[in-house]
C-alpha cells in the first residue's frame, strides 16, 4: 500500500465512524426526550435518571464527533500536521468521564448499602430493557469502527459498560421481583463499576502514550535502528539520535540520523529506507538526516 493511499483510507474511515456516530446520537437523543417526557407524565424518577444517563452518551458521542470534526481540517503553516490529535484528546477525555460515571455510581452504591430502600422492580425493568435496547443498537453500529480509533474507542467501551450495566440490572430486576434482595442493586453496581474503571485505564494508557510522545505500543528505537543497520548493512556506518512517536495510531513518525558509508547515492538511499520503513513499520512519515562525517553533531534529546 502507498502512504497516499493510506492517508486516503484514514480520511475514508473517518467518515464512515462519522456517520455511524451521527446514528448513534440520533437514537440516544431520540430515547433520552422519550424518557424525559414519560417520566414527567408518569411521574418515575427512575426514568428521568436512565434519561439523565442517556445525556451523558450523547455528551461522549458530541466529544467525538467534534473531534472527527476538528481533525479533517487540513494542516497549515502553524498546525503542520493538522488537528489528528483532537481525536486523542478526545478519548482521553472520554476515558476521564467514565472515571466520573463510576464515582457516581459508587457514591450511590454506597449510599444504597447504608440507606437501603425498596425498589420498584418493575419500573427498574422496564428501564433497564430500554436502556439495554439503545446500547446494543450503538455498540453494533460502532462495533469495526473502533479497531485503531482511540476516539470511537472511547465512545464504544462507554456503550459496552452500559450495556453491561442494563444487563446485570435487567437480571437484579427480576430477582428482586421474585426475592425482595434489594441488596443486589448495589452489589451488581460495584462489579459494573470495576468493567469500567477496566476499560477506562485501557483507554486513558494508549491515549496518554500518544499525548506524551512515547513510542507507539510494541516498537522502540533499538529495534529499528539495528533493522535499518541490517538491512542496509553495506551502505550504513552508524543510525543515532533517533526519535518515534504517534500523531494518531494510524500515523507513525520518525526521525533518525545516519552516516553513510562513502560512494553512496544521498537521495537513492533515503527513497529506499522510507519506502522500507513504511512497509515494515507503517511509517508514513520519515525524515533521515545523512552524513559522511563522525564529527557532525547534533543535540542529544
Known sequence: MKKENKIDQIFEYRDVAKKRLILSLTITLTVMFVEIFGGIISNSVALLSDASHMFTHAFA????????????????????????RAEVLSAFINGLFLFVIVGFIL?????????????????????????????????????????????????????IGDAASSIGIVFVSIMIFFTNWFFLDPIISFIISGLIIYWAYGILKDSGRILLEMTPSGLNIDMIEKDLKAKFEKEIETVEHTHLWTITPQILVITTHVRLKKGIDNDDFISRANDYLFEKYEISESTIEVRYSEEVRSCNI
Open 61 to 84: 458521542i458530541s466529544i467525538s464527533l467534534f473531534a472527527i470534526y476538528l481533525a479533517q481540517k487540513p494542516a497549515c503553516h502553524h498546525k503542520t500536521f493538522g488537528l489528528y
Open 107 to 159: 457514591y450511590e452504591a454506597i449510599m444504597r448499602f447504608l440507606n437501603p430502600i425498596e425498589i420498584d422492580s418493575i419500573y427498574m425493568f422496564v428501564v433497564a430493557l430500554i436502556g439495554l435496547s439503545v446500547n446494543i443498537a450503538s455498540v453494533l453500529l460502532l462495533h469495526g469502527s473502533q479497531k485503531g480509533n482511540l476516539n470511537v474507542k472511547g465512545v464504544f467501551y462507554h456503550m
